[in-house]
């Protein structure tokens, strides 16, 4: 079955203790990213990356890290967590289409809860 | 700035109804727009996108809207069935060469439908 998954779906931890989000994908696309869910605001990206190794910023990156050092896997990597950075976290992958990235698979989400 | 907008946070409708869903944007950038539905606890599903090139696409029971000059999508189900009870977001992005091509999507704030049977 193609599907985004994402570990842990719940999380609360406190403030300045390190933490990682895994994302992995089945559908061997390249393009994934992260998002966040506030009420009020929609979703906005945190980071983007095109393939392997090719990351870059969205709209709301600080605070957060990224890697891609396989196809599959997208990591979220919070250094030093913030109550601000409560949120529902998404992750997404998608294919290239001729005039650029395709529709967007969603994982179930991460509800991080930073005390 | 929010460069998508949805502006009514909830509807409520009749099962076999027509639902319709709006979305208004500001970016005359934007060339490719997606409706994406959300259940509690679950991430946003893909229904439907239109190009700019086009004004209306269709699939199914869902019928996408694009007028470009008003910089107004919507969405219409017909009839609405009580399953599509969701909070539906509206999504735009630029494609490149303009955007350099980061894939972001730019989502307004998401209306919830509810279908009563």
């Known amino acids: 079955e193609a599907q985004v998954t994402q570990n842990p779906r719940y999380l609360i931890t406190v403030t300045g203790k390190k933490l990682t989000v895994t994302c992995s994908q089945n559908?061997?696309?390249?393009?994934m990213s992260w998002y966040r869910q506030d009420p009020g605001l929609g979703l906005r990206q945190i980071y983007y990356s095109m393939n392997v190794e090719v990351t870059d910023k969205g709209d709301v990156p600080e605070g957060y890290k990224v890697s891609r050092k396989e196809k599959r896997n997208f990591p979220l990597i919070l250094e030093s967590p913030s109550p601000n950075q409560t949120s529902l976290y998404f992750c997404a992958s998608s294919s290239r289409r001729p005039l650029g990235v395709g529709e967007q698979y969603f994982g179930p989400g991460t509800r991080l809860t930073v005390t | 700035d929010q460069q998508v907008k949805q502006n009514s946070p909830s509807l409520s409708v009749q099962e076999g109804r027509i639902s319709i869903l709006n979305c208004d944007y500001t970016?005359?950038?934007?060339?490719?727009f997606l409706w994406y539905k959300k259940y509690p606890a679950e991430g946003p599903t893909f229904l439907i996108s239109?190009?700019?090139?086009?004004d209306k696409n269709e699939d199914g029971r869902f019928t996408v809207f694009l007028n470009k000059s008003a910089k107004h999508l919507s969405l219409h189900i017909v009839p609405s069935q009580p399953g599509d009870s969701a909070v539906y977001f509206c999504?735009?992005?630029?494609?490149?060469?303009?955007?350099?091509?980061?894939?972001?999507?730019?989502f307004g704030q998401g209306t919830t439908l509810q279908v009563k049977p």
């Open positions: 970016n005359s950038m934007f060339d490719y």
């Open positions: 239109i190009s700019s090139i086009k």
């Open positions: 559908m061997n696309h390249e393009y």
């Open positions: 999504a735009a992005s630029v494609s490149p060469p303009f955007s350099g091509n980061t894939g972001k999507l730019i």
